[in-house]
C-alpha cells in the first residue's frame, strides 16, 4: 500500500490445503529459520520416524515458545506440531479414503499459479475478505454516536465499494524501495 517491497513473508496461509501447508505460507521468515538452525541441524528428516517427530515436536514448541514466554504459547506450539504429525501420519490413509468416496484433490494452484479457492483467484478472495470485514463492521453498532446499521441497504453498501474503491486508488501498488535498505 506504500509502495515498499519486502520479502514475503505470508503467502494466504488460510487458504493452505494442511497444516503442512500452512506452516510453508506462515511467517515464511521464521519458519525458514527453525528449518535452516533447528530443524536440519537435528537431522531434519533423515532420521528414524520416532527421531523426525522429536524434531518436529522441538521445532513446533520452540516456535511456540518464540512467540511469548508463556504456557499458552507453548501449548500453542505443541498443538500445531501435534496436528502436523498426525496429518503427516495419516496422510497416505486420507488421501486413499478421499480416492475410495470419489473427492478428487484440488489443485494448489490455478493456471496462472495463484491459489485457488473454489476457482476464484487470490485477487478476488482478497476482495471478498475486505467486503466480509466491512459487512462485520455493520455488527458493531455504535462508534462516536453513528449507528451504521440504521444506514439503508443501498447506503451500506455505497459504503462498502467507496472503501473498496479507495483502498484500491490510494495504495500505492508501484515498487519503491525501503529507506531502511539504503543504510
Known sequence: MMGINLVENFNHP????SIGNFWRRWHMSLTSWFRDYVYFPMG???VSP????????????LSGLWH?????????GGLH?????????????????????????????????????????????????AIAVLMLWELWREFDGFAF?????????TVYYAACAAVLALGNLGSKQFIYFQF
Open 14 to 17: 488460510y487458504l493452505a490445503t
Open 44 to 46: 531434519g528428516n533423515r
Open 50 to 61: 520416532a527421531r523426525w517427530t522429536l524434531n518436529i515436536a522441538t521445532v513446533f514448541l
Open 68 to 76: 511469548g514466554a508463556s504456557w499458552t504459547f507453548v501449548i500453542r
Open 81 to 129: 506440531g501435534f496436528y502436523y504429525i498426525f496429518g503427516r501420519i495419516t496422510q497416505s490413509w486420507r488421501l486413499s479414503f478421499a480416492e475410495r468416496i470419489g473427492l478428487a484433490r484440488r489443485p494448489e494452484a490455478g493456471h496462472n499459479g495463484y491459489a485457488t479457492l473454489k476457482s476464484l483467484q487470490v485477487r478476488e478472495v482478497d476482495a471478498i475478505i
Open 149 to 157: 446499521s440504521e444506514l439503508s441497504l443501498w447506503q451500506r453498501w
